[in-house]
């Protein structure tokens, strides 16, 4: 099963599990394509674009897990492999996807789902680069009426379609919509996917004012990695494909 994902960081969980196999665009639309191309012809059966979003819709916080059911791209409609997406939903979003939060008011400590109690599947909207300004995502969200959007999970939908493969996406919200993304985030990915620390740290000593809008990205990114290795455990060997039915 092939996991296609944009970060280092993201292709290092998917990987915990097992019988999958990762893919890392680095933000390169054409080197993934390439990497996926190259994954099915050496054996995959099914393809998941894993990893973090944009969240373009406003009820949607950092760490919320989505579940596609659909991937919007310049005009075209992909609809996921129906009883893998809701095979993921089910299991995601019904009982063991838990986090912790401090009640306000009080000091007892809660646990609850996070995201949605009932299965859902999503509309993800694909982008060619990432939508930085809550205008942008306010203006996806009313085009396409997407939930969120990633550089990947188009790319996925396309040759997934063209080889006749299964396809589902698992995504996690990093950034809201009401969030801007600092520039030195945007200029800080290689193209293996790691960060380039040097190349963000020049970005903000050149507007030092991306410094607190970069920490609390950097915070909500962390969280929304969590609830991803959280995915993983719940969902098993090959990310709950071979359970689909």
Known sequence: MIAAVGLLAEAQIAARSANVKTVVSGGKATQLAELIEAAIAGGGRAIVSFGIAGGLREDLKPATCLIGGEVAHAGKLYRADAAWSTCLAKRLTTSKLQRFETERGGNAKRSRLSGERRPALHRIAGVDRPVASPCDKRALNAATGASAADMESHIVADLAERHGLPFAMVRVIADPVSRAIPQAALVGMRSDGAMNAIACLRATAREPAQVPALIRLAVDTSR?????????????????FFERG
């Open 224 to 240: 929304a990695m969590l609830q991803l290795r959280r995915c993983v455990k719940v969902l098993g060997p090959g990310l709950g």
